[in-house]
């Protein structure tokens, strides 16, 4: 039976590692503790979260401790890693919201039962920090020459970095030693541009402990073209399902790029490899099952199985030609809205099928927008009560997104 070390690696979600022979040993004979931080800058976590979280699944099925941060502390600075602006400012109150929505999601994957896994705050110990004494402490093994050139730091020197983010790295760093003294954790796990934060700690725990500690990263969930997946027309792929609807969420991975299936089913399923390689073998139209199964396991993880089979039954309906709208994303009108027509445009608007008009425009003048298979060749077309069949239309955009617009009288 292969070593959680060796499953991570052959399913690609390693990018760096220190001393990679000792955290394979490490992982193959002891119970390692390990950690993991989310700083909680919206009330829900995204499709790039969402392979952090199957690390620590791995990790915690192979016997290990997790320990999931919510930066309640540190994103009250704000991290540079990877932006070029400075993050908009939370409240404490904000900052709670979002991280207990993180914990129902987490708990999803995580067994957070009798302490085979741990879920802490870092604004516990880093708000009731005193200042001169943290500098003192922690800041004089800190060299800014080193930490400038960092590539957190560089990308951000061209527009100004402010010092209350030049914080951050020692407030990680911090969180590293922290749960290394109280938890005994000695391994830190993140995102490939994380890489210059988790040194950070790995130093300051030899420097204060003189102890070694370790971390990982993990590959960024990018496509073929090196682009950050998750990005829709209407903003991030969440998990929650309010946000992003599990249909929605089943389209995305259904309509992946062919050259990213396979990559996607090794970070973001728990198939077996023996499974994946022989879907590997398919090609051109074939391909099109190994999507199929993509956006059914990973929508089922996210959202539950019966969400994934309402969800693949909806898309096979409007796939083939038995048009089902029972599990279609569904915007409702109002019969007073519609008064003596409305506007398509305004209908795309409504729907979030477009994010302006002038998007509508360009998508009805490309022949990119049908009604009940009725193509709208005109900008002006008006949508009347009669065209609801069975108070209800349906809105294709393109060849692949459906939507029902519903009246409510």
């Not at 590293?176 to 995102?191: A, M, N, P, R, S």
């Not at 309509?255 to 973001?268: A, E, H, P, R, S």
Request: aromatic share 8%.
């Amino acid at each position: 039976m292969s070593s959680v070390f060796e499953t991570l690696k052959e399913r690609g979600f390693i990018a760096q590692i220190t001393h990679e022979e000792k955290v394979k040993e490490l992982l193959e004979n002891e119970k390692v503790t390990f950690y993991i931080g989310f700083d909680p800058t919206a009330d829900s976590l995204h499709v790039g979260h969402f392979l952090q979280m199957m690390v620590m699944s791995h990790m915690q099925k192979a016997g290990h401790r997790p320990i999931a941060i919510i930066g309640g502390g540190t994103v009250m600075v704000g991290d540079p890693t990877g932006k070029t602006e400075m993050r908009k400012m939370l409240t404490r109150k904000e900052i709670e919201h979002n991280a207990n929505k993180f914990k129902e999601q987490l708990s999803k994957f995580i067994d957070f039962s009798d302490g085979k896994a741990l879920m802490l705050d870092n604004a516990d110990w880093l708000l009731e920090l005193n200042y001169v004494q943290f500098l003192r402490e922690i800041g004089v093994h800190f060299s800014v020459n080193r930490m400038l050139t960092a590539e957190c730091f560089k990308t951000r020197l061209e527009r100004g970095l402010s010092f209350i983010e030049f914080n951050y790295m020692l407030m990680q760093s911090y969180d590293f030693l922290k749960l290394f003294q109280d938890y005994g954790c000695i391994l830190q796990l993140g995102g490939d541009d994380q890489w210059s934060n988790i040194l950070g700690g790995i130093d300051l725990i030899r420097r204060v402990e003189g102890k070694e500690a370790y971390g990982m990263t993990f590959t960024l969930l990018t496509n073929s073209e090196g682009k950050k997946m998750g990005k829709t027309e209407k903003g991030a792929l969440w998990l929650d399902p309010n946000k992003t609807p599990p249909y929605d969420f089943y389209q995305y991975w259904r309509n992946i790029n062919d050259n990213d299936v396979i990559k996607c089913l090794k970070l973001l399923t728990f198939l077996p490899l023996s499974q994946i390689e022989e879907l590997a073998k398919l090609k051109d139209q074939e391909i099109n099952e190994a999507k199929k199964i993509l956006a059914f396991e990973v929508t089922k993880l996210i959202h539950g199985e019966e969400e994934a089979i309402k969800a693949q039954s909806a898309a096979e309906a409007l796939f083939g030609k038995g048009v089902s709208s029972e599990n279609m994303p569904t915007t409702e009108i109002s019969f007073e809205e519609i008064g003596s027509g409305i506007n398509v445009i305004d209908i795309l608007l409504k729907a979030k099928l477009i994010p302006s008009k002038t998007e509508g425009r360009r998508l009805i003048e490309q022949g990119g927008i049908s009604i009940n298979d009725e193509k709208i060749a005109k900008i002006d077309h008006v949508v009347k009560e009669e065209d609801f069949k069975n108070d209800e239309i349906i809105i294709r955009k393109g060849k692949k997104v459906y939507h029902r617009v519903k009246i409510v009288r």
